[in-house]
């Protein structure tokens, strides 16, 4: 992927702040405890190694479906594409029945996976009304099981990403990340919502730095973190040992670059310049027209574009006329001329 446009690098003395250091995770190793969400539709190859490229020290695979007959979708098979990525690679599973889910993480390992992780946290409903996501989190016998059974079947750190409980007034983080922990899970990241908020209100933090006090596994905090500031102060108000940034990273990858340069230095990066935005969105779709191909290619990139060119002049005219295109080069054609014009 081409090198994201150079920004003055803050000096080693300066990187201090514990954000920045390395996490132990099981045997390995991440480069800093800042780590891309996986994110169903968006945290694909490309973005991932986009993210890393900005800083981020881990990004986690989207989600893949742990049943057999799925593996060979051509969805699926992107899904679970880590070429040219940066180690440690993590692929994100999610399934209701222990074996299958056993399956899918030895699956993942043979695929190149050298982490594992568990989704329960998922809060769509056709993901819910299969008892997966979320709704797992109503059995915790079911949950103790599913874990059990993918930290036996695979010989890599298997990891958990989940929610403070299913519903508001039941949240029962802090027993199913004792169960994590007892089963053998190597870190847990917990979004400060339950699903019955689904994205909505705020995430809240308080029982994050609970369970942080309670078990001691790494546990990373993830929900609404979208500044460097927010990175800082959410860190240090829970104890977590990470950041996970998921929403916030749409269409501004370089959040993760911005909290690195804050933390070393106390300051803010400016946002990027048009010139710099074109390099980033123009290399960012070639990636995905490389990786996807002429039809899905063009048809990814329209979330992308509209993420990237949100709040810039006459970008609802533009988006409008950007996703009549049918093709790559025409595509590319128009994004490029928006991005060329005074801004």
Request: proline share 5%.
């Amino acid at each position: 992927m081409p090198k994201p446009p150079s920004t003055t690098e803050p000096t080693a003395q300066k990187n201090t702040h514990a954000l920045l250091t390395p996490l132990k995770i099981g045997g390995l190793e991440i480069k800093n405890r800042l780590i891309v969400a996986p994110m169903a539709g968006v945290t694909d190859n490309p973005f991932r190694r986009l993210c890393k490229s900005f800083g981020a020290g881990h990004a986690v695979s989207e989600m893949i479906i742990a049943d057999t007959a799925l593996y060979a979708r051509k969805k699926s098979l992107y899904r679970a594409n880590f070429h040219g990525e940066i180690a440690p690679i993590s692929a994100q599973i999610a399934g209701a029945e222990p074996d299958k889910l056993a399956e899918a993480a030895r699956f993942q390992v043979a695929n190149g996976a050298q982490m594992v992780d568990i989704n329960m946290g998922c809060p769509a409903k056709k993901v819910c009304k299969k008892l997966a996501g979320s709704a797992l989190l109503q059995d915790e016998s079911l949950v103790k099981q599913l874990l059990q059974t993918a930290v036996d079947a695979v010989d890599v750190p298997v990891t958990l990403k989940t929610r403070l409980g299913f519903a508001n007034g039941q949240e029962n983080i802090l027993k199913i990340a004792q169960i994590a922990q007892d089963a053998g899970i190597a870190a847990i990241a917990i979004h400060g919502r339950t699903r019955e908020d689904f994205y909505t209100g705020h995430a809240r933090y308080e029982l994050i730095a609970q369970v942080k006090q309670e078990v001691d596994i790494p546990i990373i905090v993830n929900g609404d973190i979208d500044s460097p500031e927010k990175a800082k102060a959410v860190y240090e108000k829970t104890g977590a040992d990470a950041v996970m940034i998921g929403r916030a990273a749409q269409g501004k990858p370089w959040i993760f670059r911005d909290i690195i340069h804050y933390l070393s230095t106390g300051e803010l990066l400016a946002p990027p310049n048009i010139d710099e935005l074109r390099q980033i969105v123009l290399s960012h779709l070639e990636e995905l027209y490389r990786f996807y191909g002429e039809y899905s290619g063009c048809r990814i990139a329209r979330k992308h574009i509209a993420w990237y060119t949100g709040g810039l002049p006459n970008s609802n005219a533009f988006r409008e006329a950007m996703y009549q295109e049918e093709t790559t080069t025409k595509q590319f054609e128009v994004v490029k001329k928006f991005l060329q014009q005074p801004q």
